[in-house]
């Protein structure tokens, strides 16, 4: 297993186009997440699976966003009419919860956003 | 919400010295998981150390230690023996233990510079 993976590592698009980021996380994870990370700043919480199973979704999170998990293993994070303001890192990261509580966050390279 | 503040934006420390990076945190929770995540330049961010917050001993990975003072809602990372693959952005995070782990609140980051 190579880890995270995240696919596109960049992606230039322009205004009001769709566009899809896929992430392959660790097999035997059981929980993926996906955060935001504009310059300068640390990780945003955009939506977490368990399993294939959507259980939180942020505020951030507009209805132009959307995410799947199909069968529990690789997830695909949509934005529709993209704008400038969704110009951005793209953070995938899985983790394997525990009985015990643990749950340490192993994180993709990204797929960078630039919205022209 | 929980948050997290990282007052230093930059710190910068002279290689084999040691470094002290600050975290401080908002919580009303009693029991949670404080990390250090270390993103390098273009690179995916990688787990340095983690604490959970019913253990009084600070952890310890090598040459990074933190400093966990639970009532002052603190929680620093100290380097020693600064190596010049320890520049990178430093991330403070906390993750609720009650709530069987949904989000991680991150800070904005500390930028460390190892000066040969």
């Known amino acids: 297993d190579t880890g995270v993976s995240q696919d596109p590592r960049h992606k230039i698009t322009k205004r009001g186009q769709n566009v899809t980021f896929r992430c392959d996380p660790i097999?035997?994870?059981?929980?993926l997440y996906w955060y935001r990370q504009t310059l300068g700043q640390g990780p945003e919480f955009l939506t977490y699976?368990?399993?294939?199973?959507?259980?939180?979704k942020s505020r951030l999170l507009s209805d132009r966003f959307s995410a799947e998990r199909p069968k529990g293993s690789f997830s695909t994070l949509e934005i529709q009419r993209t704008e400038q303001g969704d110009s951005a890192m793209y953070l995938c990261?899985?983790?394997?919860?525990?009985?015990?509580?643990?749950?340490?966050?192993?994180f993709g390279a990204g797929s960078r956003l630039t919205v022209l | 919400a929980q948050t997290v503040t990282q007052s230093q934006p930059e710190m910068s420390v002279q290689e084999a010295e040691t470094v002290t990076l600050s975290c401080t945190y908002d919580?009303?929770?009693?029991?949670?998981?404080l990390f250090w995540y270390k993103q390098p330049p273009s690179r995916q961010m990688i787990l340095v150390i983690r604490?959970?917050?019913?253990?009084?001993q600070n952890a310890t990975e090598n040459r990074f230690s933190v400093n966990f003072q639970k009532a002052a809602k603190s929680f620093s990372l100290k380097i020693s023996d600064s190596q010049l693959g320890d520049a990178a952005m430093y991330f403070c995070a906390y993750r609720s233990y009650t709530s069987a782990g949904n989000q991680f609140y991150f800070g904005t980051g500390t930028s460390l510079t190892v000066i040969p």
């Open positions: 990261a899985s983790s394997l919860v525990m009985s015990s509580g643990a749950n340490v966050l192993t």
């Open positions: 604490q959970e917050a019913y253990k009084q």
């Open positions: 699976f368990q399993n294939e199973a959507q259980l939180e």
């Open positions: 919580t009303s929770e009693s029991d949670y998981y």
């Open positions: 097999s035997e994870h059981n929980r």
